[in-house]
């Protein structure tokens, strides 16, 4: 890809490439190579999220399809089971979880591959930047156009299948936890497989197994609460493994990206 085309959100490749430089200025010609410090980190991470962010409000349809396909397998549910609301109260937690689980997946696939296909991945991974920093940004928009929504729906699915309000909060606390962690298994899952053939099925068969650990802890927040337990022992697992993915994430995604170019 030459150094005069353009990907997909309108900004040159050129300009992902100074992403290292940005709020240092410029190193006058002979001067020692800059060291980055955890400003030029905080900076790509910002560019990053920002420029992902643009360019996810110029497809809202996409966005609307995660959030129309949570919405549909909730109140599909009933029509499926029995609509005895004792019943439905107690499996909430587990179709909510279920529900948030198979929506992210549908954008999961999308999280590197156009940026892949126009030659802008490849422009990111020669910046000067820190590569963990530019991807940790764009699973933080990613999370904020597709996690954050569904955090936001769960006490809808709550109120709908008739929960209790303190489950409704342990529910909505277990995804808050929970939809990051799973955003971060997904991009290393959607990393690995870049360019290969049928890679949405691929993705799906290295994150769900992954995220068998996450749906029962997240599930059984609200089900301890149904049950007169408290839910903090599931919210700090649910907390330790959004702490672990969220450093080890970066770099591990970063690699994978890598890979996928050598």
């Known amino acids: 890809m030459s150094a005069t085309s353009r990907p997909r959100g309108g ?26 410090d955890p400003v030029d980190a905080l900076s790509a991470i910002a560019w990053a999220c920002r420029r992902d962010l643009v360019l996810a409000m110029r497809s809202r349809s996409e966005l609307a399809l995660v959030l129309v396909f949570f919405v549909l397998v909730i109140s ?11 019943l439905l109260a107690r499996i909430a937690p587990g179709i909510a979880w ?23 991945l490849e422009q990111l991974v020669l910046a000067p930047a820190a590569l963990p ?12 156009t597709n996690g954050l929504p569904l955090v936001l729906l769960a006490p809808l ?12 909060v342990a529910l909505t606390a277990g995804l808050a936890l929970g939809t990051p962690t799973l955003s971060w298994l997904g991009a290393i899952g959607a990393a690995l497989t870049l360019g ?15 995220a068998v650990p996450i749906l029962i802890f997240g599930s059984g927040a609200a ?14 697992l649910l907390g330790a493994g959004l702490l672990a993915s969220s450093v080890l994430g970066p770099f591990a995604t970063a690699v994978a990206v890598r890979i996928a170019y050598e």
């Open 11 to 36: 900004a040159a490749p050129a300009d992902a490439a100074q992403v290292g430089a940005m709020d240092a200025g410029s190193a006058p010609a002979g001067a020692a190579p800059v060291t980055r």
């Open 98 to 120: 279920v529900a948030a689980l198979l929506a992210s997946l549908l954008s999961l696939s999308r999280l590197f591959a156009a940026d892949h296909a126009d030659g802008s």
């Open 196 to 210: 290969t053939r049928a890679g949405s099925a691929l993705l799906a068969l290295l994150v769900l197994p992954l």
């Open 76 to 86: 599909l549910f009933p029509l499926g089971v029995s609509p005895d609301p004792t």
């Open 223 to 236: 089900e301890s609460v149904n049950s007169g337990l408290g839910a903090g022992a599931h919210l700090s």
């Open 133 to 144: 920093a530019l991807v940790a940004g764009k699973v933080l928009a990613h999370w904020l």
């Open 157 to 168: 699915a709550g109120i709908q299948f008739g929960m209790q309000p303190e489950a409704i």
